[in-house]
Nanobody, 122 residues
Framework: QVPLVESGGGLVQIGGSLRLSCEAS?????????MAWFRQAPGKKREFVAL?????DYIGALKGRFTISKDNVKRTLYLQMNDLKPEDTAKYYC?????????????????WGQGIQVTVSS
C-alpha cells in the first residue's frame, strides 16, 4: 500500500489554478509531524515548495501564489496553486516526516508519494 498518494495534477493554461491533494493511507496521517510538497522540473533537482507542521505552515519563494493546508479528517494535505506559470511545470511530490520542524532538504523526509505531473501551457 502506497503511504502517500497525490492527485489533482494535469494540464493548465498560464494564469490558471490547480489544487493538488496528498492522501495518506491507513492511520498514518496523524503520526506525521511535518508534511511537505516538493517539485522537480525536467533536468533540475527536486526543490522544496511548502511544508506544514501541526499548526504552522511555511512556504518558500512561491508564497503569494501557493498555499498549503490539510484536512485531518480526510487525512489529506493540499497545495493550492494560483496564477500558474510555465516555470511551475514539474512533477510534484508529497513528503512526510515523523519529526516536527522546518525541514527544507528532501533527505529530512522518509515517506514519499509517487508524484504527479503539473504542466502549465503557454
Amino acid at each position: 500500500q502506497v503511504p502517500l498518494v497525490e492527485s489533482g495534477g494535469g494540464l493548465v493554461q498560464i494564469g490558471g489554478s490547480l489544487r493538488l491533494s496528498c492522501e495518506a493511507s491507513g492511520r498514518t496521517f496523524n503520526s506525521y509531524a511535518t508534511m511537505a510538497w516538493f517539485r522537480q522540473a525536467p533536468g533540475k533537482k527536486r526543490e522544496f515548495v511548502a511544508l506544514m507542521m501541526r499548526n504552522i505552515d511555511y512556504i518558500g519563494a512561491l508564497k503569494g501564489r501557493f498555499t498549503i493546508s490539510k484536512d485531518n479528517v480526510k487525512r489529506t494535505l493540499y497545495l493550492q496553486m494560483n496564477d500558474l506559470k510555465p516555470e511551475d511545470t514539474a512533477k510534484y511530490y508529497c513528503a512526510a516526516s515523523l519529526r516536527e520542524g522546518i525541514f527544507l532538504p528532501e533527505y529530512e523526509y522518509d515517506t514519499w508519494g509517487q508524484g504527479i505531473q503539473v504542466t502549465v501551457s503557454s
